[in-house]
């Protein structure tokens, strides 16, 4: 459903049509609503010098089906467990708010509210923003070409976890996950602006022992050749 008009834009409406005699397609697209209530516009202000029907119900139609404290406690739960299900939010309200909605009012809410489904970005619990912003600062001066990047990637017990969640509008969805592994296959990368030098895939964690064999026998060979 389009939003109602202000009443400050109606009287624009009015002005537009009277002092610069606009025409009802000229004015729909510069107020940004149908031709029909520009027509019904003009119509209340011809009959009752007014910019709306002074004599409809201010009751008249649909009441939402959630108030304004269940679309906040809908946005606070989003926030705080962005990758849950709708049918589980659904479970939640009628638990917590004892209020019975469908899956479509709920997603059509979420729309209204500015929150969207996205793809989710997974930041381990532990991770320290400090220690990343400070060793950004020290190190941002060198060129990327300098730098061989190390990350273990793995496929493991987590690997089937909620690829989706719910964030605003331009806002990445991001959920904070304590990371407890199982059995696991391990991959080391080495990174460069040139793409990957050096692979390592193989069973199990990875090590220090591992992880500096790595260094010295696949990287350092690399670093010579190049």
Known sequence: ???????????????????????????????????????????????Y?????????????????????????IASVIDARPKIFLDELQEDLAYYCDVDVSIATLS????????????????????????????QAEYAHLPAEYFIWLDESSVDDLTNLRKDGWAAFGRACVSRDTFIRGQRYSILPALTTDGIVALDIFEGSVNKERFISFIQNDIVHEVLLY
Not at 11 to 20: N, S
Not at 50 to 67: I, M
Not at 108 to 135: D, F, G, M, P
Request: proline share 4%; hydrophobic share 35%.
């Open 108 to 135: 059509r809410t979420l729309q209204r509210i500015a929150i969207s489904k996205k793809k989710v970005s997974s930041a381990a619990a532990e991770r320290n923003e400090l220690l990343r912003a400070t060793w």
């Open 1 to 47: 459903m389009a939003p109602q008009l202000s009443d400050d834009l109606r009287h624009r409406i009015i002005h537009w049509h009277v002092e610069y005699g606009l025409s009802p397609e000229q004015i729909s697209n510069l107020a940004g609503c149908s031709i029909r209530t520009v027509y019904y516009t003009l119509a209340y202000f011809r009959d």
């Open 49 to 73: 010098h007014s910019v709306r029907n002074p004599f409809a119900n201010p009751g008249s139609g649909r009441k939402r089906v959630l108030t304004s404290t269940e679309i906040d406690y």
